[in-house]
């Protein structure tokens, strides 16, 4: 198994016996719901959209798997989301064969899916590897396995000596305690791979992800184990290898 790391989406695509495409934290419809909190931006939805399928027209995969939070509403489905998401995902399953992961934003979603098209929320395992949103404890079946994870948006904050500073979308891989996660014991540990956010709205900090994590998989790693890298693949190093978080530093305006 190997993973291409595309960073032009961010995205990742998952080689093995088959092709999987992963696309985690679309956040359709954040426009309309940062416009209730006096931030205005015109819908970037066809934009993203044709982000994705350009991706899927170059790489292609034998399915797209989407990590959770297609959608930005809770707990309902507002009027831009259901105006723009059926034929948006109208265009994903007509190039591919589409495999959803609900995440905490995706209430209803099943509505605008196919049956078959919907995993469960605890996770899968497809090709030999784990899928996870991650806001939910994962299913046993993830144990032992290479496990992709969405909803955290991994942002990190590099600064050289000379005051250079890049913000980028990144990648958090690290070993889980499967104990912490009530996962059965198994001979090869159980790695996460945190992937960043699609939408380019969305972003937190990789350093306060592990130093004050909030889900259950970001409470579970081993802090010793972690690495990042970034959208394209580069390894930057250790959690340590980056300064400590400063006060009031964390996330972009969509979570």
Same mark, same amino acid.
């Given at each position: ?53 350009? @991706? ?5 995969? *034998?399915?797209?798997? @989407? ?44 509505? @605008? !899916? ?17 899928? !996870? ?43 889980? *305690?499967?104990?912490? @996660? ?10 996460? !791979? ?26 579970? !790693? ?34």
């Amino acid at each position: 198994m190997r993973i291409e790391f595309l960073a032009e989406g961010p995205a990742a695509l998952v080689v093995n016996a088959e092709r999987t495409l992963v696309v985690a934290d679309l956040h359709f419809g954040i426009e309309s719901d940062l416009e209730r909190h006096g931030w205005h931006f015109s819908s970037r939805s066809f934009e993203r959209m044709q982000r994705v399928t350009d @991706l899927v027209d170059r790489v292609r995969p *034998d399915r797209l798997l @989407l990590l959770g939070d297609v959608k930005q509403s809770v707990p309902y489905t507002t009027r831009q989301e259901w105006r723009e998401l059926p034929s948006v995902l109208a265009e994903f399953r007509a190039r591919v064969p589409l495999l959803v992961v609900p995440g905490n934003h995706d209430p209803g979603i099943e509505r @605008l !899916l196919c049956p078959e098209e919907l995993a469960e929320r605890t996770g899968i395992v497809v090709d030999g590897v784990g899928y !996870l949103h991650g806001h939910t404890l994962p299913a046993p079946c993830l144990a032992g396995h290479l496990v992709l994870v969405g909803h955290h948006h991994p942002l990190a904050a590099i600064q050289d000596e000379v005051g250079c500073a890049l913000r980028a979308p990144a990648y958090l891989v690290g070993e889980l *305690d499967g104990p912490c @996660l009530g996962l059965p014991a198994t001979e090869r540990p159980t790695r996460a !791979l945190f992937v960043p956010a699609f939408n380019e709205l969305a972003g937190y900090d990789v350093r306060r992800i592990v130093a004050d994590p909030s889900s259950p998989v970001s409470r579970c !790693l081993k802090q010793e184990t972690v690495e990042v890298l970034l959208a394209d693949g580069t390894l930057i190093g250790p959690i340590e290898a980056l300064a400590p978080p400063d006060e009031g530093e964390g996330e972009e305006p969509a979570r």
